[in-house]
């Protein structure tokens, strides 16, 4: 489902600590996946992507991890900063043009 | 860096008021997107395009329509506003095979 605002699911961290964000998707045919970043007031921000053929991919302090076999995708934020405070969410690419938003997760982080 | 441009950040209209979103791209993408996103419903694809003049409708096309006369332009038009149509309004553009490049939204408040 698609769900973002007032009553998301919240992570709060401490600065500094690793966090993880996880996003169960519905469809086991999509083959595409991706993380954005949404901050207040602003629009989402394409975060790290990965394909179904693989299992993990990393990027600069991000890593996602694909679990095919329980439709599971993973976000960690290695050394969380201040400035990573937002809405989290993941998309499936479930066919032509069709992206499908997961239900984000709203990270706090504390200095 | 993909560019996604929005022409305005914020608009306040009038009910009955024939409604112009504009939206620029600088990659070249053959896929432009509209979603509304509202809180608690997430990001609701409204219309895309997938070539220049060519549109289809997405999950929520009634009461707006669309048009791309030329590749990096993407045009939303809301025949005549009404009070429902008050959202944050996002355009994204797509490489093919690629994920989502929002830019950074227009807040539509119809009075």
């Known amino acids: 489902g698609e769900s973002v605002g007032l009553h998301l699911p919240t992570l709060s961290v401490q600065e500094g600590d690793n966090s993880i964000i996880n996003c169960a998707y519905s469809n086991s045919a999509s083959d595409y996946f991706i993380w954005y970043k949404q901050e207040s007031g602003k629009g989402p921000q394409f975060i790290i992507d990965i394909r179904s053929n693989m299992d993990k991919r990393q990027g600069q302090r991000v890593t996602v991890l694909l679990n095919k076999t329980v439709k599971h995708l993973s976000l960690q934020i290695a050394a969380t900063q201040p400035g990573d405070s937002a809405v989290y969410f993941c998309?499936?690419?479930?066919?032509?043009?069709?992206?499908?938003f997961g239900t984000g997760t709203r990270l706090l982080v504390s200095p | 860096d993909v560019k996604v441009t929005q022409s305005s950040r914020y608009l306040v209209k009038r009910t009955g008021e024939k409604v112009f979103l504009e939206c620029v791209q600088d990659m070249d993408h053959e896929n432009m997107f509209w979603y509304r996103q509202d809180p608690g419903l997430g990001l609701r694809l409204i219309y895309f395009s997938y070539d220049v003049k060519m549109k289809e409708k997405g999950d929520i096309p009634e009461g707006y329509s669309v048009s791309r006369e030329k590749k990096e332009r993407f045009s939303l038009i809301l025949e005549s506003a009404s009070t429902n149509q008050t959202s944050m309004y996002l355009c994204?553009?797509?490489?093919?095979?690629?994920?989502?490049?929002f830019g950074s939204g227009t807040q539509l408040s119809v009075l």
């Open positions: 994204a553009s797509r490489p093919v095979g690629g994920g989502l490049f």
């Open positions: 998309a499936e690419n479930t066919g032509f043009q069709k992206l499908v």
